[in-house]
Protein backbone atom coordinates (compact mmCIF):
# COMPACT_ATOMS: atom_id res chain seq x y z
CA UNK A 1 0.00 0.00 0.00
CA UNK A 2 1.58 3.53 -0.88
CA UNK A 3 0.61 6.88 -0.50
CA UNK A 4 -2.23 8.55 2.48
CA UNK A 5 -4.71 6.02 3.11
CA UNK A 6 -7.96 7.68 5.36
CA UNK A 7 -10.80 5.35 6.44
CA UNK A 8 -13.66 5.05 6.32
CA UNK A 9 -14.66 7.18 3.07
CA UNK A 10 -17.69 8.56 4.53
CA UNK A 11 -19.34 9.18 7.81
CA UNK A 12 -22.84 10.05 9.11
CA UNK A 13 -23.08 10.64 13.10
CA UNK A 14 -25.48 12.77 14.97
CA UNK A 15 -24.83 15.58 16.94
CA UNK A 16 -24.07 13.96 20.00
CA UNK A 17 -22.15 10.85 18.49
CA UNK A 18 -18.00 10.13 19.27
CA UNK A 19 -16.00 9.27 15.78
CA UNK A 20 -12.63 9.21 15.08
CA UNK A 21 -11.41 9.40 11.49
CA UNK A 22 -8.04 7.66 10.85
CA UNK A 23 -5.15 8.59 8.73
CA UNK A 24 -2.26 6.33 7.16
CA UNK A 25 0.90 7.92 5.45
CA UNK A 26 3.31 4.94 3.69
CA UNK A 27 5.67 7.72 2.25
CA UNK A 28 8.07 8.48 5.31
CA UNK A 29 7.29 11.85 5.67
CA UNK A 30 7.62 13.85 8.92
CA UNK A 31 4.55 15.87 8.40
CA UNK A 32 0.78 15.69 9.13
CA UNK A 33 -2.12 17.83 8.69
CA UNK A 34 -5.58 18.06 8.73
CA UNK A 35 -7.96 19.82 6.33
CA UNK A 36 -11.55 20.78 6.25
CA UNK A 37 -12.99 21.44 2.83
CA UNK A 38 -16.49 23.26 2.64
CA UNK A 39 -17.60 23.97 -0.46
CA UNK A 40 -17.07 26.92 -2.13
CA UNK A 41 -14.64 27.58 0.33
CA UNK A 42 -10.59 27.72 0.22
CA UNK A 43 -9.75 24.64 1.82
CA UNK A 44 -9.27 25.37 5.59
CA UNK A 45 -5.82 23.95 7.56
CA UNK A 46 -7.23 22.59 11.14
CA UNK A 47 -4.10 21.11 12.44
CA UNK A 48 -0.21 20.45 11.33
CA UNK A 49 2.05 18.43 13.34
CA UNK A 50 5.50 17.70 12.45
CA UNK A 51 7.29 14.59 14.16
CA UNK A 52 4.50 13.63 16.11
CA UNK A 53 4.49 17.05 17.47
CA UNK A 54 1.45 19.62 16.74
CA UNK A 55 2.29 23.23 15.11
CA UNK A 56 -0.16 24.50 14.19
CA UNK A 57 -3.91 24.94 15.60
CA UNK A 58 -6.12 27.36 13.42
CA UNK A 59 -8.58 27.93 16.30
CA UNK A 60 -10.14 24.94 15.68
CA UNK A 61 -13.08 23.91 17.71
CA UNK A 62 -12.07 21.64 20.85
CA UNK A 63 -15.20 19.39 19.36
CA UNK A 64 -12.02 18.31 16.92
CA UNK A 65 -8.66 16.82 18.97
CA UNK A 66 -5.99 15.56 16.61
CA UNK A 67 -4.11 13.01 17.76
CA UNK A 68 -0.51 11.39 16.58
CA UNK A 69 0.82 8.80 17.94
CA UNK A 70 4.07 8.48 15.20
CA UNK A 71 4.78 9.81 12.24
CA UNK A 72 3.03 7.85 10.19
CA UNK A 73 -0.43 7.79 11.82
CA UNK A 74 -3.07 10.95 12.76
CA UNK A 75 -6.19 11.06 13.95
CA UNK A 76 -9.17 13.33 14.36
CA UNK A 77 -11.32 12.10 17.35
CA UNK A 78 -15.49 14.42 16.84
CA UNK A 79 -17.50 14.45 19.20
CA UNK A 80 -20.86 16.68 19.90
CA UNK A 81 -20.40 18.29 16.36
CA UNK A 82 -22.50 20.84 14.68
CA UNK A 83 -24.39 20.38 11.49
CA UNK A 84 -22.14 22.84 10.08
CA UNK A 85 -19.06 20.44 10.31
CA UNK A 86 -20.60 18.73 7.45
CA UNK A 87 -17.90 18.84 4.66
CA UNK A 88 -15.20 16.55 3.72
CA UNK A 89 -11.54 16.18 5.99
CA UNK A 90 -8.74 15.65 3.67
CA UNK A 91 -5.60 14.55 5.78
CA UNK A 92 -1.88 15.04 4.11
CA UNK A 93 1.51 14.84 4.88
CA UNK A 94 5.11 16.51 3.07
CA UNK A 95 8.48 15.66 3.54
CA UNK A 96 8.76 18.02 6.53
CA UNK A 97 8.12 21.49 7.13
CA UNK A 98 11.43 23.06 6.10
CA UNK A 99 11.73 21.95 2.54
CA UNK A 100 9.70 25.00 0.38
CA UNK A 101 8.91 22.51 -2.90
CA UNK A 102 7.78 19.50 -1.46
CA UNK A 103 4.41 19.24 -1.56
CA UNK A 104 1.16 18.29 -0.04
CA UNK A 105 0.10 14.80 -0.69
CA UNK A 106 -3.75 14.23 0.33
CA UNK A 107 -5.37 11.22 1.05
CA UNK A 108 -8.83 10.41 -0.48
CA UNK A 109 -10.92 12.20 2.23
CA UNK A 110 -13.69 11.26 4.50
CA UNK A 111 -17.12 12.66 3.51
CA UNK A 112 -18.47 13.67 7.19
CA UNK A 113 -22.08 14.25 7.30
CA UNK A 114 -23.82 15.34 10.28
CA UNK A 115 -27.27 15.16 11.51
CA UNK B 1 -6.94 39.85 1.99
CA UNK B 2 -7.13 36.13 0.08
CA UNK B 3 -3.30 34.63 -0.44
CA UNK B 4 -4.97 32.84 -3.41
CA UNK B 5 -7.61 34.25 -5.64
CA UNK B 6 -8.63 32.10 -8.70
CA UNK B 7 -11.61 34.09 -10.68
CA UNK B 8 -12.84 31.35 -12.78
CA UNK B 9 -15.33 29.32 -11.00
CA UNK B 10 -16.06 27.10 -14.21
CA UNK B 11 -14.23 26.40 -17.57
CA UNK B 12 -15.32 24.76 -20.63
CA UNK B 13 -13.01 23.48 -23.41
CA UNK B 14 -12.94 21.27 -26.26
CA UNK B 15 -11.00 18.10 -25.95
CA UNK B 16 -7.45 18.61 -27.76
CA UNK B 17 -7.63 22.23 -26.79
CA UNK B 18 -5.41 23.86 -24.63
CA UNK B 19 -6.80 25.59 -21.22
CA UNK B 20 -5.52 28.19 -18.58
CA UNK B 21 -6.53 28.33 -15.62
CA UNK B 22 -5.80 31.82 -13.78
CA UNK B 23 -4.15 31.98 -10.08
CA UNK B 24 -2.82 35.16 -8.32
CA UNK B 25 -1.56 35.13 -5.30
CA UNK B 26 -0.37 37.65 -2.78
CA UNK B 27 2.78 37.85 -0.40
CA UNK B 28 5.44 39.92 1.11
CA UNK B 29 7.72 36.84 1.50
CA UNK B 30 11.07 36.84 -1.30
CA UNK B 31 10.78 33.13 -1.17
CA UNK B 32 7.49 31.28 -1.65
CA UNK B 33 6.45 28.07 -3.26
CA UNK B 34 3.26 28.11 -6.03
CA UNK B 35 1.55 24.60 -6.43
CA UNK B 36 -1.26 22.96 -8.70
CA UNK B 37 -3.64 20.27 -7.41
CA UNK B 38 -6.14 18.81 -9.08
CA UNK B 39 -9.12 16.97 -7.52
CA UNK B 40 -11.52 14.56 -9.75
CA UNK B 41 -15.18 13.91 -8.19
CA UNK B 42 -13.18 11.13 -5.78
CA UNK B 43 -11.87 13.64 -3.60
CA UNK B 44 -8.41 12.87 -3.45
CA UNK B 45 -5.97 16.09 -4.31
CA UNK B 46 -3.49 15.25 -6.96
CA UNK B 47 -0.40 17.30 -7.33
CA UNK B 48 0.36 18.66 -10.41
CA UNK B 49 3.28 20.83 -10.30
CA UNK B 50 5.60 23.45 -8.91
CA UNK B 51 6.81 26.94 -8.98
CA UNK B 52 9.40 27.82 -6.91
CA UNK B 53 9.49 32.22 -6.98
CA UNK B 54 13.27 32.13 -8.11
CA UNK B 55 13.10 29.86 -10.67
CA UNK B 56 14.40 31.37 -13.56
CA UNK B 57 12.12 28.98 -15.80
CA UNK B 58 8.21 28.01 -15.97
CA UNK B 59 7.97 24.37 -14.79
CA UNK B 60 6.80 22.40 -16.70
CA UNK B 61 5.20 18.29 -16.06
CA UNK B 62 4.48 16.60 -19.07
CA UNK B 63 1.12 18.54 -20.35
CA UNK B 64 1.40 20.82 -17.53
CA UNK B 65 3.19 24.12 -17.83
CA UNK B 66 3.11 27.11 -15.35
CA UNK B 67 3.19 30.15 -16.73
CA UNK B 68 4.90 32.25 -13.93
CA UNK B 69 4.66 36.22 -14.24
CA UNK B 70 6.42 36.87 -10.40
CA UNK B 71 6.25 41.01 -11.17
CA UNK B 72 2.13 40.30 -11.56
CA UNK B 73 2.31 38.35 -8.94
CA UNK B 74 0.72 35.45 -11.04
CA UNK B 75 0.79 31.57 -11.62
CA UNK B 76 -1.66 30.57 -14.22
CA UNK B 77 -1.68 26.42 -15.04
CA UNK B 78 -1.75 25.25 -18.83
CA UNK B 79 -3.13 21.96 -20.00
CA UNK B 80 -2.06 21.21 -23.53
CA UNK B 81 -4.02 18.56 -25.70
CA UNK B 82 -7.09 18.47 -22.91
CA UNK B 83 -8.71 15.09 -22.20
CA UNK B 84 -11.96 14.08 -20.83
CA UNK B 85 -9.81 12.78 -18.29
CA UNK B 86 -8.80 16.40 -17.55
CA UNK B 87 -12.77 17.39 -16.18
CA UNK B 88 -11.88 17.73 -12.50
CA UNK B 89 -11.44 21.02 -9.92
CA UNK B 90 -8.05 22.78 -10.30
CA UNK B 91 -7.17 24.59 -6.74
CA UNK B 92 -3.60 26.54 -7.11
CA UNK B 93 -1.77 26.62 -3.90
CA UNK B 94 0.82 28.89 -2.30
CA UNK B 95 3.28 28.38 0.61
CA UNK B 96 5.53 31.17 2.35
CA UNK B 97 9.42 30.62 3.56
CA UNK B 98 8.23 31.72 7.11
CA UNK B 99 4.89 29.37 7.54
CA UNK B 100 4.32 26.19 8.16
CA UNK B 101 0.49 25.86 6.46
CA UNK B 102 -0.07 26.14 2.75
CA UNK B 103 -2.95 28.59 1.35
CA UNK B 104 -5.37 27.45 -1.27
CA UNK B 105 -7.59 29.15 -3.60
CA UNK B 106 -11.36 28.53 -3.91
CA UNK B 107 -10.88 26.46 -7.45
CA UNK B 108 -11.68 26.17 -10.51
CA UNK B 109 -14.22 23.62 -12.19
CA UNK B 110 -13.00 22.70 -15.77
CA UNK B 111 -14.78 20.41 -17.92
CA UNK B 112 -13.11 19.10 -21.26
CA UNK B 113 -16.36 18.86 -23.67
CA UNK B 114 -15.58 15.85 -26.55
Known amino acids: ETGVTQTPRHLVMGMTNKKSLKCEQHLGHNAMYWYKQSAKKPLELMFVYSLEERVENNSVPSRFSPECPNSSHLFLHLHTLQPEDSALYLC??????????????FGNGTRLTVT | AQKITQTQPGMFVQEKEAVTLDCTYD???????LFWYKQPSSGEMIFLIYQGSYDQQNATEGRYSLNFQKARKSANLVISASQLGDSAMYFC???????????FGTGTSLTVIP
Open chain 2, 93 to 103: AMREDTGNQFY
Open chain 1, 92 to 105: ASSQDLMTQNSPLH
Open chain 2, 27 to 33: TSDPSYG
